[in-house]
């Protein structure tokens, strides 16, 4: 069965990361609490799902790990308060996805060859890292 929609990678094992419509990461909280978070797949939808015991305080700064390698996924590379992970499309190119790592913040970036795309009412909180702002 073939999925529909873009597939999701670890930037590290280059494992995958989507099932069931949903992108699944290990996360950990600043007070060392641990759990699995479900990330929508659409650029720009925020929702979340996890367990309610997993109590995500907005604006509280969570770390996310591949779910297949337990690799750190932030985005040292551009910004370390953004995680990355790799999105594959319908023409089987990659493209960076980044993503804020604080709670409750709508940020999320595509990024590929030199063109940028903002996702979010938050995504100019890092645009000057890219040097321009977001198109909508």
């Given at each position: ?116 795309e903002a996702y979010g009412v938050d995504s100019g909180t890092y645009t000057n890292f890219f040097g321009e702002t977001p198109k909508y």
């Open positions: 069965m073939k999925l529909k929609g873009n597939n999701y990678l670890c930037p590290h094992c280059k494992g995958h990361l989507r099932a069931n419509n949903k992108i699944i990461l290990s996360a950990k909280r600043e007070n060392g609490d641990v759990g699995l978070m479900l990330l929508d797949p659409e650029l720009g939808n925020y929702k979340v799902i996890n367990h309610p015991s997993f109590d995500v305080q907005d604006g509280e700064k969570i770390e996310f790990y591949c779910s297949i390698c337990h690799e750190n996924l932030v985005a040292k590379n551009y910004d370390e308060r953004l995680a990355r992970i790799i999105m594959v499309n319908k023409n089987n190119k990659e493209l960076d996805i980044l993503f804020s790592l604080v709670a409750g913040e709508e940020c999320t970036y595509k990024v590929s060859d030199g063109i940028f």
